[in-house]
C-alpha cells in the first residue's frame, strides 16, 4: 500500500491554505452546510458508523465521546482542539495545520454543533508559531464567512509554554483556566466535568480532520480506506534512520515493511543498514525488533497482538548500531523532566528509573524496574506516569534487542 492523500491535502491543490477557496476544494463549506441542516443525534451516528477512533494516542471512540457530551447536563459545554504535540518523535499535527488547518478547525466547529458548545479553543504546542499565524489567518477568514463569531462559535487559540504534561486534556484544561498544567483526579471525566467544570469535547487535531473529511463526503467514501477494525487512514511521523522521514498518510491496515521501505514512503533504512527496532507510538510507546515489524500492519488488532500500540502515529527507526540503553537513558530522562511531580510513584518512579538507567544496570536490575513500572501503572493519576516505564519494559521483554 501506498500513500494516500485524504488528510493532508492533494498536490494538485494549489490554493491557500486559509482561503475560500481551499474551503470549497476541500468540500468543507459543503460539510458545513450539510451539518448546520442536520440534528445533533444524526450527526453523532453518523460520526459512530464512520467507526472514527481518536488519534491523539487512546483510540477512544469518537462518537461514543460526542454522545456523551451531548447528553450531559450543563447550561455552557465546551469543545478543544489539542494541538499541544509534545510526545516525542511526533509531528504529525504541526504538519496537518500548516497544510490544511481548515480540515481541524471545520471539524472544531461541527463538534460544537453537535455537542451545543458556543465557545470553542485551540491549544497549541508553545513551539508552534507558525501554526498558530495558519490558525489566525483561517480563523480571521471563516469569521469573514459566518462559520465563526458570536451568532455561531467564537474560537480562541491558547499557546502552551512548553511542557509535555500539558497535552494531558485535564492538564490542558487548568492551563486553559490560568492554572499550573496539573492533571486532575478521574473521574470525573471532562465529558461530564471539564473546563470551569461544565462538559468539554476535547480531541486531537487529526480527529477533527477526520471529522471534517466525513462530512465533506460519506460514511461510506470515509470507508473506502482501512480495515474491517479501523476504518480510513492514519499520518504517521516517521524519524531516526530512515531515507525518507517526514509525516506520511496511509490507510489503516498497511504493512508495517511497506511504510518504512516503499519509495514514495520511509524509503528503507539508511546508509545500508538492517534495521535493529522501531519505536512506535512515541515515548510511551512500544520497541519492534525487525521480526515483529515484518508480521505487523498499521491496525489495532495486528499491533495488539505484538503487545504494542499505534499510538499518535510516531515512528522512531533505529538500525542495528544504536544502543538502545543509550536511547531508554534519553526516555527515562524525559520523563523524570517532566513529570508534573504531583503525585509519588510517579514523581519517585521516574527518578529512580533515570539512576537506574544511569548507572549502566538496565538489564541487573530488570525485576526492579518491573516493580517500579507496576506500582507506576496502577497508582500513577495520569497517563503518563502511567505509561512512563512502557516502553523500557518492552525492551527488557525482547532482551536481543540490546547489544551490551
Ligand atoms: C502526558 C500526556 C500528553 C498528551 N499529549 C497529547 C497531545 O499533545 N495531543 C493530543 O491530542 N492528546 C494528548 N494526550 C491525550 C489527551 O489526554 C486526550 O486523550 C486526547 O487529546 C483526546 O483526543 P482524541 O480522542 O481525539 O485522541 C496526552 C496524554 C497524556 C497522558
Ligand atoms: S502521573 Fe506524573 S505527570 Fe501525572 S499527575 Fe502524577 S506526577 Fe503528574
Known amino acids: 500500500m501506498s500513500e494516500v492523500r485524504r488528510l493532508l491535502p492533494r498536490p494538485d491543490i494549489q490554493s491557500s491554505a486559509t482561503s475560500v477557496e481551499r474551503l ?33 494516542g487512546a483510540a477512544f471512540p469518537t462518537g ?14 465546551y469543545v478543544v482542539m489539542n494541538a499541544d504535540e509534545s510526545e516525542l518523535g511526533t509531528f504529525k499535527d504541526r504538519v ?20 451545543g458548545a ?10 508552534y508559531g507558525e501554526v498558530e499565524q495558519n490558525l489566525a489567518d483561517a480563523l480571521e477568514m471563516l469569521r469573514m464567512t459566518g462559520w465563526v463569531g458570536p451568532h455561531s462559535v467564537e474560537v480562541e487559540i491558547r499557546r502552551g509554554a512548553g511542557a509535555y504534561i500539558a497535552g494531558e486534556e485535564t492538564a490542558l484544561f487548568n492551563s486553559i483556566e490560568g492554572k ?13 466535568k471539564g473546563l470551569w467544570g461544565s462538559p468539554t469535547l476535547i480531541q486531537n487535531v487529526e480527529t477533527l480532520a477526520n471529522i471534517a473529511i466525513l462530512f465533506a463526503h460519506d460514511v461510506k467514501w470515509f470507508k473506502e480506506y482501512g480495515t474491517q477494525d479501523t476504518a480510513g487512514t492514519k499520518l504517521v511521523a516517521l524519524s531516526g534512520h530512515i531515507r525518507r522521514p517526514g509525516v506520511y498518510e496511509v490507510p489503516f491496515g498497511t504493512a508495517l515493511t511497506d511504510i518504512l521501505q516503499k519509495a514514495d514512503l520511509g524509503g528503507s533504512i539508511t546508509s545500508g543498514r ?34 504494542a500500540s499505534i499510538g499518535s502515529g510516531a515512528m522512531m527507526v533505529f538500525d542495528d548500531t544504536v544502543d538502545l ?26 527518578r529512580r528509573i533515570l539512576e537506574i538507567a544511569e548507572s549502566g544496570n538496565l538489564r541487573t536490575r530488570s525485576q526492579d524496574l518491573r516493580e517500579l513500572g507496576q506500582a507506576m501503572r496502577d497508582a500513577s493519576i495520569c497517563g503518563l506516569g502511567q505509561t512512563a516505564p512502557v516502553a523500557l519494559l518492552s525492551v527488557l521483554d525482547r532482551p536481543e534487542l540490546m547489544h551490551d
Open 96 to 115: 496537518l495545520l500548516e497544510q490544511d488547518p481548515l480540515g481541524p478547525l471545520v471539524g472544531l466547529l461541527i463538534a460544537a454543533h453537535c455537542v
Open 180 to 192: 499550573r498544567p496539573e492533571p486532575r483526579v478521574k473521574p470525573p471525566f471532562p465529558t461530564q
Open 24 to 56: 470549497t476544494e476541500r468540500g468543507f463549506d459543503h460539510a458545513l452546510s450539510r451539518i448546520s441542516t442536520m440534528t445533533s443525534e444524526d450527526i453523532i451516528e453518523e460520526v459512530s458508523a464512520s467507526g472514527i477512533k481518536g488519534r491523539g
Open 118 to 127: 458556543r465557545k470553542a479553543f485551540c491549544y497549541i504546542r508553545g513551539e
Open 325 to 350: 540503553s543509550w536511547v531508554l537513558t534519553r526516555m527515562a530522562r524525559f520523563f523524570a523532566e517532566e513529570s508534573c511531580g504531583q503525585c509519588v510513584p510517579c514523581r519517585i518512579g521516574t
Open 64 to 77: 461514543l465521546k460526542w454522545s456523551s457530551v451531548y447528553k450531559a447536563l450543563g447550561s455552557e459545554k
Open 274 to 307: 538492517s534495521l535493529g527496532a522501531v519505536l512506535l507510538g512515541g515515548a510511551a510507546g512500544t520497541f519492534l525488533g525487525p521480526k515483529e515489524v515484518e508480521n505487523a500492519s498499521l491496525d489495532y488488532p495486528s499491533l495488539n497482538k505484538a503487545g
